[in-house]
């Protein structure tokens, strides 16, 4: 018999793992629920790290406004806060990529085998609203985000499964590897039955993540050849 050519899906998160928005997200929330409700700060007290936007919207309904959405409202404001998001994003003077993220993901996109999707909890347009900025769209043809599922676990398998049709290629569960900045991306990982990658480029410290047991831990992307020793990606 032939030997199978190695076959690797990278699944990346998206904030404080690709790029950084400088608050854009949170404020564009707050802008979304003041001008809907007449609630101002909506998130505060709230963390959203991690968590997928429906979820957020869920929880300023349910600890800020006291109720649950009617039938239809939540889908209402998935469907109309892309455009309280894209003034924001655009106007963001903390935005930035994460360092050496485009060199990395340039190098990952030319490796035979390998290939590249999301799995965020952003909306789809979200997302890709964040990602235009800095022209990173190019590397993920494909993804999972929250427009799928509110649910973490479920929104990674609606990814790898949409990424299997959009490649024409099958991928097993040891050969998913999803990269993410916080303990959730881990769960979610783990929870999938996927192989977790965590990287310390966003706001939670190293030893949290790594006191969350990933597969896999990286300081950063300043050494791409570390990557792909350690995830053998060649």
Same mark, same amino acid.
């Given at each position: 018999?032939?030997?199978?050519?190695?076959?690797?899906?990278?699944?990346?998160?998206?904030?404080?793992?690709?790029?950084?928005?400088?608050? %854009?997200?949170?404020?564009? =929330?707050?802008?979304?629920?003041?001008?809907?409700? *007449?609630?101002?700060? %909506?998130?505060?007290?709230?963390?959203?790290? *991690?968590?997928?936007? $429906?979820? =957020?919207?869920?929880?300023?309904? &349910?600890?800020?406004?006291?109720?649950? !959405?009617? !039938?239809?409202?939540?889908?209402? +404001?998935? @469907?109309?806060?892309?455009?309280?998001?894209? !003034?924001?994003?655009?106007?963001? @003077?903390?935005?930035?990529?994460?360092?050496?993220?485009?060199?990395?993901? /340039?190098?990952?996109?030319? +490796?035979?085998?390998?290939?590249?999707?999301?799995?965020?909890?952003?909306? &789809?347009?979200?997302? @890709?609203?964040?990602?235009?900025?800095?022209?990173?769209?190019?590397?993920? $043809?494909?993804?999972?985000?929250?427009?799928?599922?509110?649910?973490? !676990?479920?929104?990674? /398998?609606?990814?790898? %499964?949409?990424?299997?049709?959009?490649?024409?290629?099958?991928?097993?569960?040891?050969?998913?590897?999803? =990269? *993410?900045?916080?303990?959730?991306?881990?769960?979610?990982?783990?929870?999938?039955?996927? /192989?977790?990658?965590?990287?310390?480029?966003?706001?939670?410290?190293?030893?949290?993540?790594?006191?969350?047991?990933?597969?896999?831990?990286?300081?950063?992307?300043?050494?791409?050849?570390?990557?792909?020793?350690?995830?053998?990606?060649?």
């Amino acid at each position: 018999m032939g030997r199978v050519p190695k076959r690797k899906l990278l699944v990346f998160d998206l904030d404080g793992t690709l790029l950084v928005t400088g608050g %854009a997200g949170k404020r564009a =929330i707050e802008d979304l629920f003041l001008k809907q409700y *007449g609630l101002a700060g %909506a998130l505060e007290g709230i963390e959203g790290r *991690g968590k997928t936007d $429906p979820a =957020i919207f869920l929880e300023v309904f &349910e600890r800020k406004m006291k109720r649950h !959405p009617r !039938p239809g409202e939540l889908r209402h +404001l998935t @469907r109309i806060f892309p455009s309280f998001l894209k !003034p924001r994003v655009r106007a963001s @003077r903390g935005y930035r990529m994460i360092d050496g993220i485009k060199d990395f993901l /340039r190098m990952l996109s030319r +490796l035979p085998g390998v290939y590249l999707a999301l799995g965020t909890g952003n909306l &789809e347009k979200g997302a @890709r609203i964040k990602l235009s900025r800095s022209k990173l769209n190019r590397f993920f $043809p494909v993804g999972g985000f929250s427009t799928d599922s509110i649910k973490r !676990p479920e929104l990674l /398998r609606k990814g790898v %499964a949409k990424a299997m049709r959009h490649y024409r290629r099958r991928f097993r569960k040891h050969e998913v590897f999803i =990269i *993410g900045d916080t303990r959730r991306d881990i769960a979610a990982a783990r929870a999938c039955g996927y /192989r977790s990658v965590a990287v310390a480029t966003g706001p939670v410290s190293g030893s949290e993540l790594r006191a969350a047991k990933p597969d896999f831990y990286f300081n950063d992307y300043a050494s791409p050849q570390r990557w792909i020793k350690r995830l053998k990606l060649v």
